[in-house]
Nanobody, 125 residues
Framework: QVQLVESGGGLVQDGDSLRLSCAAS????????MGWFRQAPGNEREFVSA????????YYVDSAKGRFTISRDNAKNTVYLQMNSLKPEDTAVYYC??????????????????WGQGTQVTVSS
């Protein structure tokens, strides 16, 4: 079992930055690939970014490329999502997730085994 707790969300303005954190506890964090997803009201949960267990491989949804950066610190059992140039359409609840298959990154929700409770990000125009 892996427990995930997100933090760092908040209310910001168009063009601002935020860094989300996801702290993991339980099983060995470095064995898991990690992902970030988001869900806006009335929308399905969508993939944002993923990172392999060692941090050597990353992947982003097109809308996040060039603005968001995923990283991890295995010594701190934490994965981060640095979000720059935020836009109102980035408003959503952001979730981190852990995937036992640490080699292959996944962009779908069902590919992940553990989820955090989410943190709200609101970008005002």
């Amino acid at each position: 079992q892996v427990q995930l707790v997100e933090s760092g969300g908040g209310l910001v303005q168009d063009g601002d930055s935020l860094r989300l954190s996801c702290a993991a506890s339980g099983r060995t964090f470095s064995n898991y690939a990690m992902g970030w997803f988001r869900q806006a009201p009335g929308n399905e949960r969508e993939f944002v970014s993923a990172i392999s267990s060692t941090g050597s491989n990353t992947y982003y949804v097109d809308s996040a490329k060039g603005r968001f950066t995923i990283s991890r610190d295995n010594a701190k059992n934490t994965v981060y999502l640095q979000m720059n140039s935020l836009k109102p359409e980035d408003t959503a609840v952001y979730y981190c997730a852990a995937r036992r298959n640490s080699i292959i990154l996944s962009t779908i929700s069902s590919g992940y085994d553990y989820w955090g409770q989410g943190t709200q990000v609101t970008v005002s125009s």
